[in-house]
């Protein structure tokens, strides 16, 4: 990708923290260029309107998401080293949250985006499937036929409406707690595949929870 002038990085950033504060369908082009205290006409020349920035922001989060997707657990035994990868992915959906907020809506009015969020998701399915696969290979979880391919597009249908969800049940905390929690909730899916140890997982995790949204807090 080419190098970004600083006035076209100001734009990206101010439409993103606009976006995903005030509700992506509340702001136009015009909004955009109010805060940045220039004209709409200034901004049209850098950006061909609000649709153009959207397709921008989301190629910067495809690109952010797939380092983060590629990037190896380092312990993927250990529960902690699960804990903070599934985080890091929630905490990038989080960044650009305002796709996954007006998802529908979004996508009909840029239908262009529609393939390539279909795309994404499918390397976040590909992505949980390794890691499955990574704990069913040692040993640690058990699957019958197509349960592991079932179980990661569940995982990854969770990873896109945990925020929306949040949101219209009003839970409470911080953008780190909702995430915890996605991630608690998101890994307590996995606990019946645990066998024998199934019941002894579920508590290291709901411990695990506590200990993360107590250092939150």
Do not use: C
């Amino acid at each position: 990708m080419a190098a970004r002038s600083k006035t076209k990085e100001k734009i990206l950033s101010t439409t993103l923290a606009l976006l995903n504060n005030e509700g992506e369908i509340n702001i136009s082009s015009v909004d955009i260029a109010a805060v940045m205290e220039i004209s709409p006409g200034n901004l049209y020349y850098h950006y061909k309107g609000k649709d153009a920035i959207i397709a921008e922001l989301f190629a910067d989060f495809e690109n952010e998401l797939r380092q983060v997707l590629a990037a190896p657990v380092n312990k993927p035994m250990a529960l902690e080293d699960n804990w903070i990868y599934l985080y890091i992915i929630f905490e990038e959906i989080n960044d650009f949250r305002f796709f996954f907020l007006n998802l529908t809506s979004l996508l009909e009015r840029i239908p262009e985006l529609r393939p390539k969020f279909a795309r994404l998701l499918s390397l976040i399915q590909q992505a949980f499937e390794r890691l499955l696969s990574g704990l069913e290979t040692s040993g640690h979880l058990s699957f019958r036929t197509n349960e592991k391919s079932v179980l990661s597009e569940r995982l990854t249908a969770h990873f896109t409406y945990w925020l929306p969800y949040a949101s219209l049940r009003g839970l409470k905390g911080g953008p780190k707690t909702i995430i915890h929690e996605g991630v608690y909730a998101a890994l307590t899916q996995i606990t019946p595949h645990w066998g024998n140890q199934s019941e002894p997982y579920a508590e290291l995790l709901k411990d695990f929870l506590d200990e993360q949204v107590g250092q939150v807090g």
